[in-house]
């Protein structure tokens, strides 16, 4: 098991930008794959991004971009051109890397065995 610790959230208005950071223990927290999950009030937990152990990352581009930083045990999501329909906690997860899976497999957030507790994100009109 490793801890994962979010950080970055607050309140931004519509169009800013933020970077979530989720921060691992361990060193070996650079064989994770490492997704973001977003549960909005009142609805189902929902995938963001993934960056898996290999270096893959989903989606590739877009609106939110995740990267990771090995020599800080880091993944970041930055999330760019955020709309009130982004708020919502924001999760980051991890498990241990898996060969030969495919992005539905990464999306499924029931495959993590670790969570960090969330940070918020409300983003203003």
């Known amino acids: 098991q490793i801890q994962l610790v979010e950080s970055g959230g607050g309140v931004v208005q519509a169009g800013d930008s933020l970077r979530l950071s989720c921060t691992g223990s361990g060193r070996a927290f650079s064989t994770y794959t490492v997704a973001w999950f977003r549960q909005p009030a009142g609805k189902e937990r929902e995938f963001v991004a993934v960056l898996r152990w290999s270096g893959v990352a989903d989606p590739a581009r877009g609106r939110f971009f995740i990267a990771r930083d090995n020599a800080k045990n880091a993944v970041y999501l930055q999330m760019s051109n955020l709309q009130p329909e982004d708020t919502a906690i924001y999760y980051c997860?991890?498990?241990?890397?898996?060969?030969?899976?495919?992005?539905?497999?990464?999306?499924?957030?029931?495959?993590?065995?670790?969570w960090g507790q969330g940070t918020q994100v409300t983003v203003s009109s």
């Open positions: 997860a991890a498990q241990k890397g898996v060969a030969g899976k495919g992005n539905t497999y990464y999306r499924d957030a029931s495959i993590y065995d670790n």
